[in-house]
């Protein structure tokens, strides 16, 4: 069974553009989660998704948005990029939102300028 | 509360040796607590987790013990190898219930330790 996949690895943008990520989970998973690392920050939780419902959000401002379509697939979007938006961004999947075990992707290097 | 607290940052065990990384947490809702390893480059890969009904889990060289009543939890990695390098990450997450039924929430993460072991 093919794991979580991000698009694109790598990105770089400049400050005051936007950027859409995109996670494809694990064939079956239904819950989609976001999470973002950096080396001051750690790993910090963005946002879930479940049947197309953002299910539960982290501490990050409205620039940070999601979405999940009918295939589970995900995207999320940065809008207005700061230098401080630079990281990996982090999919993780897992079955529903009734299990506990998440798997993730490679995640996707964002670098602002 | 809803601090995970890792240490070592770093750790450095010879091949052979055993590497422990330690947890400890405030929230007494989590009740799952997963260990992720991490290579340069790559996403965290889960390696073993537990649940607070049960004091230590063993998988492989891998093992995980719980105290409860401490509120800690900690990673052994019996005889280390080169291979083992990499950054660990220990996490914990809850239930709670909203209108789908019970959830999982997310996964608080403690802040890494990068473990080098040296052949």
């Known amino acids: 069974k093919a794991g979580v996949t991000q698009t694109p690895r790598y990105l770089i943008k400049t400050r005051g553009q936007q950027v859409t990520l995109s996670c494809s989970p694990i064939s079956g998973h239904r819950s989609v989660s976001w999470y973002q690392q950096t080396p001051g920050q750690g790993l910090q939780f963005l946002f879930e998704?479940?049947?197309?419902?953002?299910?539960n959000k982290g501490n990050f401002p409205g620039r940070f948005s999601g979405r999940q379509f009918s295939n589970s697939r995900s995207e999320m979007n940065v809008s207005t990029l700061e230098l401080g938006d630079s990281a990996l961004y982090l999919c993780?999947?897992?079955?529903?939102?009734?299990?506990?075990?998440?798997?993730f992707g490679p995640g996707t290097r964002l670098t602002v300028l | 509360q809803q601090q995970v607290k890792q240490s070592p940052q770093s750790l450095i065990v010879q091949k052979g040796g055993i590497s422990i990384i330690n947890c400890a947490y405030e929230n007494t809702a989590f009740d799952y607590f997963p260990w992720y390893q991490q290579f340069p480059g790559k996403g965290p890969a889960l390696l073993i987790a537990?649940?607070?009904?049960?004091s230590e889990k063993k998988e492989g060289r891998f093992t995980i013990s719980f105290n409860k009543s401490a509120k800690q939890f900690s990673l052994h990695i019996m005889d280390s190898q080169p291979g083992d390098s990499a950054t660990y990450f220990c996490?914990?997450?809850?239930?709670?219930?909203?209108?789908?039924?019970?959830?999982?929430?997310?996964?608080?993460f403690g802040q890494g330790t990068i473990l080098t072991v040296h052949p």
């Open positions: 996490a914990a997450s809850s239930q709670f219930l909203n209108a789908g039924g019970t959830s999982y929430g997310k996964l608080t």
């Open positions: 537990i649940r607070p009904d049960v």
């Open positions: 998704y479940f049947s197309e419902t953002q299910r």
């Open positions: 993780a999947s897992k079955a529903g939102p009734g299990t506990d075990t998440q798997y």
